[in-house]
């Protein structure tokens, strides 16, 4: 009978003694704008991240637009500037037939920069915004995964 009590109490001063997550202190950190910035982890070998990848380049080699567009950010950029008018990134690679170098991209080596995943690898080192590519050119692809991946 005394074992019962003896255990409530000892996990009491075991759940007093963790620590807590400071709210105020990460509300401090995210305001602060000279605290370090995190480097973003390699994702390259994560599960979740492969069959993200998986997905990504089935949709791409069926050029399945509605899959591609569900993986998409809104603000997904397929090239250093400005778009025409109602293009889409679709259009794009259909106009320069591009859709077989994309897919040749995704069989390359993901690397992280900046917060996302990279594709090509060259993209994240010592990366400087080129002019603008000549017509039919092919263009850094970007994608992040779902944010659950990266934290």
């Known amino acids: ?4 009590p003896l255990s409530a109490l000892f996990v009491v001063a075991l759940l007093t003694g963790c620590p807590m997550s400071d709210k105020k202190s990460e509300a401090a950190k995210a305001k602060d ?10 994702e390259s070998h994560d599960v979740a991240f492969q069959g993200f990848v998986g997905r990504l380049r089935t949709a791409v080699q069926s050029r399945d637009v ?3 567009s569900s993986m998409m950010a809104p603000d997904f950029g397929y090239r250093w500037d400005a778009p025409g008018e109602g293009e889409t990134p679709f259009s794009f690679w259909d106009k320069n037939n591009l859709w077989g170098e994309l897919a040749s991209l995704l069989k390359d080596h993901w690397v992280p920069h900046d917060g996302f995943m990279v594709v090509p690898p060259q993209f994240a080192v010592n990366f400087t915004p080129p002019p ?4 039919g050119a092919v263009p850094a692809v970007v994608i992040a995964p779902p944010k659950a991946t990266l934290d």
């Open 33 to 42: 704008p000279n605290a370090a910035k995190k480097p973003t982890r390699d």
């Open 1 to 4: 009978m005394i074992l019962r």
């Open 132 to 135: 603008p590519p000549a017509a």
């Open 66 to 68: 509605a899959v591609l």
